[in-house]
């Protein structure tokens, strides 16, 4: 079984600065992960915060950077655009519109750790501790 879920940018960044659960899991074949445009527009730009807080150097930020995003559908804004005007009614903030609208378009839940972000009722939200528990373990 699949589950299917939109990343925001916390996420992914999360995943990418730190080995451990939330790579784990964004990197897990029964999960089919999408995202904005966007995604890449905030990673571009906290790419070398990313790199000096982690300690990884830039290299390492660009492999990880690679490694995570080889997991996500990155999705071109004409695909969710009908749903931006409704998005931006429900998201917290503008900056997350573009994951609610895709959200919407694809109808997944949203991935996010943002408490913020499930105060609506529209769009459903799950944080990573919600999202490993839903899965059965991985065979080795």
Same mark, same amino acid.
């Given at each position: ?7 925001d ?31 890449l527009?905030?990673?571009? &730009?906290? #790419?070398? #915060? ?33 749903? #931006?005007q ?7 903030d503008?900056? *997350? ?9 694809? *109808? ?6 943002? &408490?913020?972000? &499930? ?22």
């Open positions: 079984m699949t589950m299917e879920f939109v990343v940018t916390n996420i992914a960044i999360a995943a990418i600065i730190r080995r451990g659960g939330t790579r784990f899991l964004m990197l897990r074949p029964d999960l089919e992960l999408a995202s904005p445009q966007r995604l527009e905030e990673l571009e &730009k906290y #790419e070398q #915060e990313m790199a000096e807080k982690s300690g990884l150097g830039i290299e390492n930020v660009e492999k990880a950077i690679a490694l995570v995003l080889s997991n996500i559908r990155i999705v071109k804004r004409e695909e969710y655009a009908m749903h #931006e409704r998005a931006q009614a429900l998201a917290p503008k900056d *997350d519109a573009p994951f609610f609208a895709l959200a919407l378009a694809l *109808d997944y839940p949203i991935w996010s750790n943002e &408490k913020r972000l &499930k105060r609506q009722g529209e769009v459903k939200v799950y944080c990573t501790g919600e999202i490993a528990s839903l899965l059965p373990p991985e065979s080795a």
